[in-house]
């Protein structure tokens, strides 16, 4: 089975610092990608999704990801958080319906 | 469009008793998903499946978790005993069949086991 790797389990930036989330894959095949976020008590919302195309993909709230293949990489960048960026965020891998999380990360922004 | 719907919210049971959990996926979703979420982890898949079929079951700990999916459409998670380390978040999710499909979730049912 595929497995999804997050580097970071607690990042902690002051607002207006730029934010880079590493997630790694091990699946081979066609894959889409996810990464969603979960606010404190709230459940896991989609913040942007690779399924083809252009690798730089553009989400809600100023995040982007991109989409490089030969590192079986996917990560999630914001050239400047806020201190409402407080909160959990998955990396996701599909492939042929099978959906994997890595385990996390817990982005704490100082004001 | 109605997300995907889940009851109840909050669950607190004592050990060894027994809870089921109910999912409503997005109509016409054939794919559905029951995830795992243990406070601090990301979301583990418990079990899939398509229309009233099962995929995968490899991470359902089948001596105590039961799954059904009749008629392809709401789902029932049941656990039987519960153990204490059962506490965690309960996640519905369901996606159109086929590639390039993104999974929809519902709020999840927090269940704490005393």
């Known amino acids: 089975a595929q497995s999804v790797s997050q580097h970071n389990h607690h990042v902690i930036l002051s607002e207006a610092a730029s934010l880079e989330l590493g997630c790694n894959y091990s699946?081979?095949?066609?894959?889409?990608l996810f990464w969603y976020v979960q606010y404190p008590g709230q459940h896991l919302q989609l913040l942007l999704k690779y399924f083809s195309g252009d690798p730089l993909v553009k989400g809600i709230k100023g995040f982007e990801a991109e989409f490089i293949k030969s590192k079986f990489s996917f990560n999630l960048r914001k050239p400047s958080v806020q201190w409402s960026d407080t909160a959990e965020y998955f990396c996701?891998?599909?492939?042929?319906?099978?959906?994997?999380f890595g385990a996390g990360t817990r982005l704490t922004v100082k004001p | 469009e109605a997300g995907v719907a889940q009851s109840p919210r909050y669950k607190i049971i004592e050990k060894r008793q027994s809870v089921a959990f109910w999912c409503n996926p997005i109509?016409?979703?054939?794919?559905l998903y029951w995830y795992q979420q243990i406070l601090g982890q990301g979301p583990k898949l418990l079990i899939q499946?398509?229309?009233?079929?099962?995929?995968?079951d490899s991470q359902l700990p089948k001596d105590r978790f039961s799954a059904e999916r009749l008629k392809g459409v709401d789902s029932t998670l049941k656990i039987q005993p519960a153990k204490l380390e059962d506490s965690a978040v309960y996640l519905c999710?369901?996606?159109?069949?086929?590639?390039?499909?993104?999974?929809?979730f519902g709020q999840g049912t927090r269940l704490t086991v005393v």
């Open positions: 499946f398509q229309n009233n079929g099962v995929v995968d």
């Open positions: 999710a369901s996606s159109f069949r086929g590639v390039n499909t993104e999974a929809f």
């Open positions: 699946y081979g095949g066609t894959v889409n």
């Open positions: 996701a891998v599909n492939s042929l319906n099978d959906m994997r």
């Open positions: 109509s016409g979703h054939a794919t």
